[in-house]
Nanobody, 121 residues
Framework: QVQLVESGGGLVQAGGSLRLSCVAS??????????MGWFRQAPGKEREFVAV????????YYADSVKGRFTISRDNAKNTVYLDMNSLRPEDTAVYYC????????????WGKGTLVTVST
């Protein structure tokens, strides 16, 4: 059974930074074979795509709302994907979900349970 466990969320002031981590594990899951991504869901809103990185780390894509502020990276030796978030804004407040096997920036094979990021003014 595949498990994705996020960490690193918390309360930060606007303009601050946070680093989210997601560790993958389970059965026959081969982390390095999967495109990994981050999504988020703000209160009262639908879940939205944030960023994705290819299995080989040579391609990454970002939502326009985070481009230039967020960076996705991965360490295949540690089965871990990261999301470095800088210049945080109150509108970045959301539960952030890690996903494995991201397709079309909207679907994924596996999901984590999420970590809450709150950005205060």
């Amino acid at each position: 059974q595949v498990q994705l466990v996020e960490s690193g969320g918390g309360l930060v002031q606007a303009g601050g930074s946070l680093r989210l981590s997601c560790v993958a594990s389970g059965g026959t899951f081969t982390f390095s074979n999967y495109a990994m991504g981050w999504f988020r869901q703000a209160p009262g809103k639908e879940r939205e795509f944030v960023a994705v990185i290819s299995w080989s780390r040579d391609l990454s894509y970002y939502a326009d709302s985070v481009k230039g502020r967020f960076t996705i990276s991965r360490d295949n030796a540690k089965n871990t994907v990261y999301l470095d978030m800088n210049s945080l804004r109150p509108e970045d407040t959301a539960v952030y979900y890690c996903a494995a096997g991201v397709q079309f920036q909207s679907q994924a094979d596996y999901w984590g349970k999420g970590t809450l990021v709150t950005v205060s003014t």
